[in-house]
């Protein structure tokens, strides 16, 4: 009778004495989602108990806009994914446009893709390593990274006329030939770049207050992260060798020496070590591209899908009437279907395009390596303290336009 | 009663002077933070407003004035108007103890370059300095905003914790010295440099200049305005001269702080070799003045040096820092100095 009591006592006293738990929006409009991202936590103290992710601030059904646009407008809807790093998203657009008309474009062309998508994967990875620092509290590193970034966007204003919206090549080659110092502009462009890496890992990588604060937070084992659909960095980071210019070369990648950096436990550590040490290794192939850049024409020899010159079409029948067909008509690929991945900077982007025949692309779809990412957000949230989030969210790099489409 | 009114116009025109000087240089202090800024990334820092950007602090605080009083609708409006003033009084009351210079003749009489010299001059700065926190956790729960509170609570835990480390630092410090006075603390260091205590408390020369980082909410303990975590913190809500309040309070408690540190382990206003001489004139006076700023601006230096260089503690790290590592080496550090005064007979002995 009396342990009844007492039973029912402490179940009682447990029930209400059970913790109130503080709900807060982490997002979508926060300093450091860095985009429209949504997290609503549930906190115990400073203890992320229960945490619910929420998309779709920045939907802007790309992939329905682009079965209106031409093969060559959809390169400029691709420039809006990831804004970091456009340039990989125009030429992984190309490279499907060209898979699916079954064109091989020069090598010129291709070597010139491969330093622009190195290119950008520098300075994607310039970005958010020092953004992981910014995150951490350490601005300082972020601005030597900054400067760097900002001097690669003078070559692509030069080439593309655009910094972030850069519509870089077109279906079948370049958009025009290259500038007549790219070579020295490029090789000038990497000569402070290991220098600058240097400095950061002094200033930021061998400090204990960033180990502690990156060391073991938010790990992910390579069994969870292959589950969830990782690729790029943040897999690799996990220790799975998967890198699409190895594995499934693409654009002449299999011509170049380059190592696949990996990581071993997949927290926030090994995933900024990961994109620390891919810089190194991009400014190797970049100087190998540069230094065996071949010559030759600037586009593939295809005349009933890339533009004729503007000098020709004045002077020239037959570029005339290319000029009329390709304007009017469009690009008219065969019937059927085409996936082309490739290894952007912040993981597998891939094109899926399915075309009737048409000039417009009957279907479309883009995987975006942040949308399988972002999946995760909330194992990788729960159990961590506020701070942690926040470098987690920093060190998955979720790009909000890349994400949402 | 003509005594009375020397002494007035005396402590007056002393606090006038220390007043005027102190707001001056806390003022440029927000302008050098960014000047410093600059030069460690590589950037000009602010220099639109005249030369070398001297005017900007008069931009920044006429920009303060205009901007638009903005209270948050169900904030509790009384304590969201008392809290910034509370901090910036807590961080001004910490001025009055500290000596800013020697005594000196003017006209006869001594004039003392120090507020007042009262015999309890640390416990003074103890009660007064945890006084801040009320503040900052006031400001942050009338707010009533999520990130505020979260910033006011980060806030009182982190001053606490890092109280006592303080405090046990400056135990060691009195058992050596033999006095809670400022002014005899800086007289024994006086002489030969060695005479610092710096080099007599190495350790708990560190305890108290970590503990002091923590007490200015200055990178890397930022905790309570980290803004990549909390947004703003205890003053996401605040706008106008009401967040100038708090912005130009952090700065003067930095500052004296930094004096602080100058005072009781780098001999505040003493010159190392050089004795007081026997008619300090008004000249003395203004040199121990500015030996006493050249090293509390040097401190300062080290407190910007420290923010834009390091990244911030997780709040946990944080507490483990202040509880598990500080407090027991302060402890350490006390008792190692009582041996030691025990074997000599130091001052604390008598």
Redesign the interface.
């Known amino acids: 009778m009396l342990k009844q009591v007492i039973d029912r006592a402490i179940a009682e006293h447990f029930q209400t004495d059970e913790k109130e738990l ?1 709900d ?1 929006n982490l997002g979508p409009s ?3 989602t860095h985009g429209i991202l949504e997290n609503r936590v549930k906190l115990d103290g ?1 203890r992320i108990v229960k945490c619910e992710a929420h998309i779709g601030y920045c939907h802007r059904s790309f992939e329905k806009l682009s079965e209106h646009y031409s093969y060559n407008q959809v390169i400029t809807i691709t420039d809006r994914m990831n804004y970091v790093s456009s340039m990989a998203n125009n030429i992984g657009w190309t490279l499907a446009a060209e898979k699916l008309l079954g064109i091989e474009v020069p090598k010129l062309v291709q070597y010139v893709r491969v330093i622009m998508l190195e290119l950008n994967r520098i300075i994607d990875h310039l970005i958010r390593t020092g953004i992981l ?8 590193g972020f ?2 990274f900054m ?1 760097q970034r900002e001097r690669a966007y003078k070559i692509i204003e030069r080439m593309t006329g655009a910094r972030l919206t850069t519509t870089f090549g077109r279906v079948g080659g370049l958009d025009k030939p290259l500038y007549p110092e790219f070579k020295e502009d490029i090789l000038e462009w990497l000569k402070p770049l290991p220098k600058v890496i240097k400095e950061f890992h002094t ?2 990588t061998r ?1 204990r ?2 180990i ?2 990156t060391r073991d937070v938010s790990p992910m084992t390579e069994a969870r992260a292959l589950e969830y659909g990782f690729t790029g960095p943040n897999l690799r980071a996990t220790g799975c060798n998967y890198d699409l210019r190895k594995h499934e070369p693409y654009s002449s990648y299999e011509d170049f020496d380059f190592k696949v950096i990996l990581g071993t436990t997949g927290d926030v550590y090994d995933r900024y070590m990961v994109c620390m040490d891919e810089m190194v290794e991009s400014i190797k192939i970049i100087e190998q591209a540069v230094n065996n850049l071949p010559d030759g024409p600037y586009h593939a020899d295809v005349p009933e899908i890339f533009l004729p010159e503007k000098k020709d079409v004045y002077s020239n029948m037959e570029a005339m009437i290319y000029h009329f067909k390709i304007i009017m008509h469009g690009i008219n690929p065969p019937v059927g279907e085409v996936y082309q991945a490739v290894e952007s900077p912040n993981g597998e982007l891939g094109f899926y395009a399915v075309s009737d025949g048409g000039p417009n692309p009957y279907r479309l779809h883009f995987r975006s390596p942040c949308l399988y990412y972002y999946q995760a957000i909330e194992e990788m949230l729960e159990g961590g ?4 989030a ?1 470098m987690t969210m920093s060190s998955i790099n979720v790009i909000a336009g890349e994400l949402e489409r | 009663m003509n005594e009375i009114g020397a002494f007035i116009i005396e402590k007056s025109a002393v606090g006038v002077f220390v007043f005027i000087v102190l707001l001056t240089i806390v003022a440029y202090a927000t302008l050098g933070e960014r000047k410093i800024a600059g030069f460690f990334q590589d950037r000009h820092g602010p220099n639109r407003a005249g030369p070398w950007g001297l005017l900007q602090v008069v931009a920044d605080g006429v920009k303060f004035f205009m901007k638009e009083e903005f209270n948050p609708d169900r904030a509790n409006k009384v304590l969201f108007i008392i809290a910034p003033t509370f901090t910036f009084m807590a961080a001004g009351f910490l001025m009055a103890v500290i000596p800013f210079g020697d005594r000196m003749i003017i006209g006869g009489r001594e004039v003392l370059l120090q507020l007042a010299d009262i015999n309890i001059g640390i416990l003074y700065i103890l009660a007064i300095g945890s006084l801040g926190v009320y503040g900052i956790i006031t400001g942050g729960w009338a707010s009533n905003n999520k990130y505020s509170l979260m910033g006011g609570l980060r806030s009182s835990s982190q001053m606490i914790s890092y109280e006592i480390a303080m405090g046990l630092a400056i135990v060691a410090l009195i058992l050596d010295h033999g006095s809670f006075s400022l002014r005899d603390i800086v007289l024994n260091q006086t002489g030969p440099i060695w005479n610092w205590s710096v080099f007599t408390h190495p350790i708990g020369f560190l305890i108290f200049l970590v503990a002091t980082f923590a007490e200015a909410s200055r990178v890397p303990f930022d905790l309570p305005e980290a803004e990549n975590e909390i947004v703003a913190g205890y003053h996401t809500e605040y706008s106008a001269m009401k967040f100038g309040l708090f912005m130009f309070g952090e700065y003067v408690h930095m500052t004296l702080a930094s004096g602080l540190i100058a005072t009781l382990y780098f001999g505040g206003w003493s010159i190392p070799f050089v004795a007081t001489p026997a008619e300090p004139g008004i000249f003395w006076g203004l040199l121990t003045f500015g030996v006493f700023w050249a090293k509390t601006l040097f401190f300062m230096f080290v407190f910007m040096w420290v923010r834009w260089t390091l990244p911030r503690f997780r709040y946990d790290q944080l507490m483990n820092l202040g509880w598990k590592r500080l407090i027991p080496l302060g402890l350490l550090n006390i008792f190692v100095m009582a041996l030691i005064l025990l074997w000599t007979g130091g001052a604390g002995m008598d």
């Open positions: 503080y807060l926060h300093p450091a400073e620092g910014v995150d951490a509290g350490a601005y300082t601005l030597y400067e200033l930021l400090n207050i960033f502690e604060r303290l506020i701070a942690d926040i």
